[in-house]
């Protein structure tokens, strides 16, 4: 296939929905994988109304079985793979002393075991089109916390560690480096019967130096740079996009 193609995990909805859009009408074939298949179904419908390339494949990715599948299905039918979008990702929480441990494993299963799975088994494939290209999603929770966030802020340090390892392990024929998305509004980037309208308070864009809650595409457009050869000589490293809001000092007002 002489069309660049992309798997982006969690696909369907939000975030991952603007970047398989962008890599679609930027002329890559995508290819949606991601666990809600009435999600999946609709953005697949969205493709052939804009005639983009790619198809949905069902997928959990924190279960080894359906990444095999899914990677191995990929070999069979496109016949190449040049990049990873790993944007599959759940949100979990609650008082410590109260969480399930059950909670906290299934977040990690999700949001760490999915991307190291996505890595091993897409390796050879992504070796074959050098270089390949890896892009986790992490989280500015990496970096700073609200309370009873454990589970989610533990899972995207994780990423962000797990990347520079990747970036280690793998080159010079893959590249891997991750993303840290702040507020990014995706209400209306879900799927039609969950989708809402976004409103936001004016203290709610003020508190970001750019003046507004982010958009998908602001994610998607760092992804498409990362995935090209302008990016070369890039690897390991982690984009904090956040509109500045963590380096804002806040004081509590005298």
């Keep these: 296939m002489s069309t660049r193609v992309v798997v982006v995990t969690g696909g369907a909805q939000g975030i991952g929905l603007g970047v ?124 700073m916390s609200e309370p009873n966030t454990e589970p989610y802020s533990a899972s995207k340090g994780g990423v962000v560690a797990l990347t520079h390892a990747l970036s280690i392990s793998l080159g010079p024929d893959i590249r891997v480096n991750s993303i840290s998305p702040g507020w990014i509004e995706v209400g209306d980037w879900k799927k039609s019967k969950n989708r809402t309208s976004p409103h936001h308070r004016e203290v709610d864009m003020t508190q970001h130096p750019v003046g507004r809650v982010g958009v998908p595409d602001d994610i998607a457009s760092l992804c498409l740079f990362l995935a090209s050869n302008e990016s070369s000589f890039i690897t390991g490293q982690n984009f904090v996009v956040d509109g500045g809001m963590t380096k804002k000092m806040i004081y509590e007002p005298d």
């Design 20 to 143: 398989s859009r962008a890599f679609a009408r930027t002329g890559w074939h995508v290819i949606i994988a991601d666990v809600d298949e009435e999600a999946g179904h609709e953005a697949m419908s969205f493709f052939q109304e804009q005639n983009y390339l790619g198809r949905f494949v069902r997928t959990d990715v924190s279960d080894e079985a359906q990444v095999k599948s899914l990677i191995a299905s990929i070999s069979e039918t496109e016949g190449q793979l040049d990049v990873v979008v790993n944007n599959a990702g759940i949100f979990s929480g609650g008082p410590i002393e109260e969480l399930p441990v059950d909670v906290f494993d299934r977040v990690i299963a999700v949001n760490l075991r999915g991307p190291f799975l996505m890595a091993k088994y897409s390796a050879p494939l992504l070796r074959k089109s050098a270089p390949g290209v890896i892009i986790n999603m992490a989280s500015t929770r990496a970096l």
